[in-house]
């Protein structure tokens, strides 16, 4: 894997530029020996700007420049101090880029010169020559020009650097959104499934348990059949429980199989303990994907649960499951209270039985009939 750029911390710049300033006051005694203390006080203020070249370049530069001008006005030959003025070019390219470094590197060009003309006699030359003045000047300014292409490559080079950061951090907050999506998706799911299967498992044994009760002074034997319908329904319930719960396990896997079509005949031989039921299953359903499967089960347990919740007693509900084409057809309808039926508000079964429908573009009609009763009517296709 690629690290990421070397990069000194907040800390690691501020001691550097420490360091840089004190090593060039340090050596700058001993570029010159026997220097004034005139000369020591300027080469002092030309190097100790440099401590804040990162923070406020523009200014730093300003005063290194106007400390050389003075050394030009006083002194007709190099400092030690001059050190301090490539960097000064260096930190104004490098921290702010064209906008500033150009007229920086104008008024550089032009000092050069001026810098040529002044240490001339300080070389020796009797006479100012037209040619030597020029070599000198182009000296000085290729490393001013040096100085200030290095510090425009870093500033682009930080500013690649800095747009490469900002795309990987956006491409990592947009992976954890999808990630929380994923999860929110996912969550919800569950929670349908789990609606459904205890929606579905308590009502059975409520049911269960009120005819065993009534059963249980005069026909000892229904209430035995109650009570292990009960027991059956309610240890179906915690297995699909336990499968849905491994997959909320950090590090479980849900591997317990979901129901699908198969399990349709067992789940109305359930429901026709507590109803009469007409059914119409067709013999058709070979290749119906796991996904359409699964949501056709489940919608008819909710359906069935709804009848045994609001449709009253006596009730008869008609099941129809087919196959339309590319789709799966589900009728589940049955004959009781239907719009006069109670709602105490509270469910999501309707709400979970939309979204199961929507999420593979199906079409989903539920609600009251004309003649009485209720009626669910799904086309879901693959």
């Not at 220097?35 to 190097?47: F, K, N, R, Y």
């Not at 939309?354 to 693959?382: M, N, Q, S």
């Amino acid at each position: 894997m690629d690290r990421a750029p070397f990069r000194l911390s907040p800390r690691g710049r501020q001691w550097f530029d420490i360091a840089l300033t004190c090593a060039l006051l340090a050596v700058a005694p001993l570029a010159a020996v026997g220097i004034s203390p005139g000369t020591a006080v300027l080469t002092a203020a030309q190097i100790v700007p440099l401590f804040w070249r990162r923070s406020y370049p523009v200014a730093v530069f300003a005063a290194v420049y106007v400390t050389h001008a003075a050394q030009v006005l006083l002194y007709d030959t190099t400092l030690p101090g001059q050190l301090a003025f490539p960097i000064a070019v260096y930190s104004v390219a490098r921290w702010r880029g064209l906008r500033w470094s150009i007229p920086v590197l104008v008024l550089s060009l032009i000092a050069a010169v001026v810098a040529a003309i002044d240490w001339m006699p300080s070389y020796g030359t009797p006479s100012y020559s037209t040619s030597l003045v020029a070599s000198q000047a182009f000296g000085i300014g290729l490393i001013v020009v040096v100085a200030w292409v290095l510090g425009l490559l870093g500033h682009t080079r930080e500013a690649y650097v800095n747009s490469l950061i900002e795309r990987s951090e956006r491409v990592a907050r947009e992976a954890d959104q999808r990630a929380q999506l994923a999860a929110q998706g996912e969550r919800n799911r569950i929670a349908r499934e789990m609606h459904d299967v205890v929606a579905h498992g308590l009502s059975v044994i409520i049911v269960q348990a009120d005819g065993a009760r009534y059963a249980a002074s005069a026909r000892p034997e229904t209430a035995v059949d109650a009570l292990e319908t009960i027991a059956s329904t309610g240890r179906q319930a915690l297995t699909e429980m336990r499968s849905l719960l491994g997959l909320l396990r950090e590090n479980g896997t849900g591997t317990a199989p979901q129901p699908d079509l198969n399990d349709v005949p067992a789940l109305l031989e359930e429901a026709a303990a507590s109803m009469r039921l007409d059914t119409e299953i067709s013999a058709d359903l070979v290749g119906v994907p796991p996904g359409v499967a699964l949501t056709a089960y489940r919608l008819l347990q909710e359906s069935l649960t709804n009848v045994r919740k609001h449709a009253g007693p006596q009730v008869t509900t008609t099941v129809t499951l087919r196959r339309d084409g590319d789709a799966l057809k589900l009728t589940v309808r049955d004959d009781g209270r239907g719009a006069s039926a109670a709602d105490d508000g509270g469910g999501h079964g309707l709400v979970g039985m939309r979204e199961r429908v929507a999420a593979h573009g199906g079409e989903l009609r539920v609600g009251p009939v004309v003649g009485g009763g209720y009626e669910v009517d799904a086309r879901i296709p693959w």
